[in-house]
């Protein structure tokens, strides 16, 4: 969302040779790297938290593709597998969300990388592979996925194992046969041998943290009943043979959807290690919402995603349970190209949610490019962080838009007392946050920043531990901090429909927002709001066109969105 600035409140993832060769190779190749350690984790109400001590521990991932025909990790073809661990750890992530497909455990398990790679006819991945990573060609597809596994590990790289699909392929349509059990590839109790091999692969492994039972549940088969049976059975297999682990579990229709538990909790036979998942992303509403109905799609969209899935972390007594859990928004993500504006609106839409509620997360996607993809060789991935060569980030702004949601900004224990809540500001559109200074603010890198309270629409925004109050000085002229904190100037007030704008008042009457001018500095410009639309319109010199933002203490950069403000959650 374009010039959007968050309110957000703090608190303080061939042959096979022979066996005894395969053994040696195995040895030689993975005994390097540092034995990583990690303590279990578990779950505290919404929280996922390291045994023992009760620590939060926060998930902020990247997926990493390793389900479609070739059953390998993507890019291990391109670049050596340290590399890419190393990679992983700099871009910021803490966690790798590896799928995998039920197939290579049940069927294929016996299949080489080698073997995988000829039956494809993926020549040109046969020569990197020999060139990058030339241990791999021997191994076994499952010895393989260890290998990547252990690799992460030794980077201090958690791991969450998605069980994506059965059939190995590129997921996922509505209709094929990897949807929902009892479809064409799914079958159930194949399902659950796999997921019990897996579980009872890696017991022990302290990077894998984390398991999870399915990917977007979804197709013409798809019914509540089915899920809570299977849903039931898949969490007591892993468990049951793996139960340091936490289990990951999905709803229905592509993972938006876990509404029917407001009625009927699921229920399990362990406690303090359920996590449930969702996905969203700008395609699963019409790009035109976003282009021209900004504020209001993303007001739309954001209740619904409460209503149908992040409602899992809050309490309520309207809900036949009011037990908390974790929820991990495992997949969501743009077109790092930057030619989809729709997308780069949906993401100032979605991080400001994300910073706001502190959601665990995994991006899609790491990989560059796949090996092969619905029948393209050598297939570009534009949602990737890293480019098709695997050389370099695709999109830098992509990354630091990241910078805040990657910080754990609450904890597992929160005073929600009105008079102890702070906020921090963020403006998602360049993933800056705002700090004082004397008496004028601006946004800067997101590892420090002021804090703010702001505890009445209409009132005052202090600045923490001051007597300084954000105060809004002319059209096109920076806000500062002053002693003034009575004067309408310095009374912000929400202003649009997604509740991610705030406005003062000059003289006149005039409504002043905040706007992202120049490099960090934070000017006011004169904005009115369309009152059967709820459009931004800006009414200042620069012939700005109609710009639309979702956020918390929002503010307007053209030729898009304003300010964000989240007055909701506490930071103690």
Same mark, same amino acid.
């Given at each position: 969302?374009?010039?959007?600035?968050?309110?957000?409140?703090?608190?303080?993832?061939?042959?096979?040779? =022979?066996?005894?060769?395969?053994?040696?190779?195995?040895?030689?190749?993975?005994?390097?790297?540092?034995?990583?350690?990690?303590?279990?984790?578990?779950?505290?109400?919404?929280?996922?938290?390291?045994?023992?001590?009760?620590?939060?521990?926060?998930?902020?991932?990247?997926?990493?593709?390793?389900?479609?025909?070739?059953?390998?990790?993507?890019?291990?073809?391109?670049? =050596?597998?340290?590399?890419?661990?190393?990679?992983?750890?700099?871009?910021?992530?803490?966690?790798?969300?590896?799928?995998?497909?039920?197939?290579? @455990?049940?069927?294929?398990?016996?299949?080489?990388?080698?073997?995988?790679?000829?039956?494809?006819?993926?020549?040109?991945?046969?020569?990197?592979?020999?060139?990058? !990573?030339?241990?791999?060609?021997?191994?076994?597809?499952?010895?393989?996925?260890?290998?990547?596994?252990?690799?992460?590990? /030794?980077?201090?790289?958690?791991?969450?194992?998605?069980?994506?699909?059965?059939?190995?392929?590129?997921?996922?349509?509505?209709?094929?046969?990897?949807?929902? @059990?009892?479809?064409?590839?799914?079958?159930?109790?194949?399902?659950? #041998?796999?997921?019990?091999?897996?579980?009872?692969?890696?017991?022990?492994?302290?990077?894998i943290v984390a398991m999870s039972l399915r990917n977007e549940l979804r197709g013409p088969h798809q019914?509540?009943?089915?899920?809570?049976?299977?849903?039931?059975?898949?969490?007591? /297999?892993?468990?049951?043979?793996?139960? +340091?682990?936490?289990?990951?579990?999905?709803?229905?229709?592509?993972?938006?959807?876990?509404? @029917?538990?407001?009625?009927?909790?699921?229920?399990?036979?362990?406690?303090?290690?359920?996590?449930?998942?969702?996905?969203?992303?700008?395609?699963?509403?019409?790009?035109?919402?976003?282009?021209?109905?900004?504020?209001?799609?993303?007001?739309?969209?954001?209740?619904?995603?409460?209503?149908?899935?992040?409602?899992?972390?809050?309490?309520?007594?309207?809900?036949?349970?009011?037990?908390?859990?974790?929820?991990? #928004?495992?997949?969501?993500?743009?077109?790092?190209?930057?030619?989809?504006?729709?997308?780069?609106?949906? #993401?100032?839409?979605?991080?400001?949610?994300?910073?706001?509620?502190?959601?665990?997360?995994?991006?899609? /996607?790491?990989?560059?490019?796949?090996?092969?993809?619905?029948?393209?060789?050598?297939?570009?991935?534009?949602?990737?962080?890293?480019?098709?060569?695997?050389?370099?980030?695709? !999109?830098?702004?992509?990354?630091?838009?990241?910078?805040?949601?990657?910080?754990?900004?609450?904890?597992?224990?929160?005073?929600?007392?009105?008079?102890?809540?702070s906020f921090i500001m963020y403006h998602p559109q360049s993933g800056q946050c705002v700090q004082a200074?004397?008496?004028?603010?601006?946004?800067?890198?997101?590892? +420090?920043?002021s804090f703010w309270a702001h505890h009445e629409d209409g009132g005052p925004i202090r600045l923490t531990?001051?007597?300084?109050?954000?105060?809004?000085?002319?059209?096109?002229?920076?806000?500062?901090?002053?002693? +003034?904190?009575?004067?309408?100037?310095?009374?912000?007030?929400?202003?649009?429909?997604?509740?991610?704008?705030?406005?003062?008042?000059?003289?006149?009457?005039?409504?002043?927002? @905040?706007?992202?001018?120049?490099?960090?500095?934070?000017?006011?410009?004169?904005?009115?709001?369309?009152?059967?639309?709820?459009?931004?319109?800006?009414?200042?010199?620069?012939? /700005?066109?109609?710009?639309?933002?979702?956020?918390?203490?929002?503010?307007?950069?053209?030729?898009? =969105?304003?300010?964000?403000?989240? =007055?909701?959650?506490?930071?103690?």
């Open positions: 969302m374009c010039g959007s600035i968050s309110l957000i409140s703090e608190v303080l993832c061939p042959e096979m040779q =022979p066996k005894t060769l395969k053994i040696v190779l195995y040895t030689l190749f993975f005994l390097f790297p540092t034995l990583y350690h990690s303590l279990p984790l578990s779950t505290n109400s919404r929280w996922i938290i390291e045994e023992p001590g009760g620590n939060r521990k926060k998930l902020t991932c990247v997926n990493w593709a390793a389900h479609l025909q070739p059953m390998l990790p993507e890019g291990i073809e391109k670049k =050596p597998l340290k590399y890419i661990a190393e990679q992983v750890g700099a871009m910021g992530f803490n966690c790798v969300r590896l799928t995998w497909a039920t197939y290579m @455990f049940t069927r294929f398990s016996n299949r080489t990388v080698a073997e995988s790679l000829d039956q494809l006819g993926l020549k040109q991945a046969m020569v990197g592979m020999t060139q990058y !990573n030339p241990l791999f060609l021997n191994l076994t597809l499952v010895d393989a996925q260890k290998a990547v596994v252990d690799e992460l590990g /030794a980077h201090n790289i958690m791991v969450v194992l998605d069980n994506h699909v059965s059939l190995p392929k590129w997921c996922c349509s509505e209709n094929d046969g990897n949807g929902f @059990f009892g479809d064409l590839y799914f079958d159930s109790n194949e399902w659950l #041998l796999g997921l019990t091999m897996v579980a009872n692969r890696y017991k022990g492994n302290p990077a019914n509540e009943t089915g899920w809570y049976k299977y849903i039931q059975e898949g969490a007591t /297999a892993i468990h049951s043979e793996n139960p +340091d682990v936490l289990v990951v579990v999905s709803g229905l229709s592509f993972e938006t959807n876990l509404s @029917f538990l407001k009625e009927k909790p699921l229920e399990l036979n362990f406690s303090n290690k359920l996590v449930y998942e969702a996905h969203w992303y700008g395609f699963f509403n019409p790009k035109q919402k976003w282009l021209s109905e900004t504020n209001e799609e993303c007001a739309n969209v954001t209740e619904e995603f409460i209503k149908q899935s992040a409602f899992v972390m809050m309490s309520s007594t309207s809900r036949s349970s009011n037990n908390p859990a974790p929820l991990f #928004l495992s997949e969501f993500g743009v077109d790092q190209r930057g030619v989809n504006e729709g997308d780069n609106r949906y #993401l100032g839409c979605l991080l400001s949610i994300m910073a706001e509620r502190d959601i665990d997360w995994a991006l899609w /996607a790491l990989q560059g490019s796949y090996m092969l993809r619905e029948g393209q060789v050598d297939s570009e991935e534009v949602y990737g962080m890293f480019d098709v060569n695997w050389d370099h980030l695709r !999109n830098s702004t992509v990354q630091q838009r990241l910078q805040l949601i990657k910080q754990m900004t609450q904890g597992e224990l929160q005073n929600q007392m009105t008079e102890n809540i200074a004397k008496d004028s603010f601006f946004t800067s890198d997101c590892q +420090d920043w531990d001051s007597s300084g109050c954000l105060t809004a000085v002319a059209d096109g002229v920076p806000a500062i901090i002053s002693d +003034d904190c009575s004067s309408q100037k310095s009374m912000w007030k929400l202003v649009s429909s997604s509740k991610l704008h705030v406005a003062a008042q000059d003289e006149l009457g005039r409504r002043l927002s @905040f706007w992202k001018r120049w490099l960090h500095i934070i000017v006011t410009f004169l904005a009115s709001i369309i009152a059967f639309t709820q459009h931004w319109i800006a009414e200042d010199t620069c012939r /700005a066109k109609v710009r639309h933002l979702r956020g918390g203490m929002a503010w307007l950069d053209p030729p898009g =969105p304003p300010f964000l403000y989240h =007055p909701n959650v506490a930071y103690s």
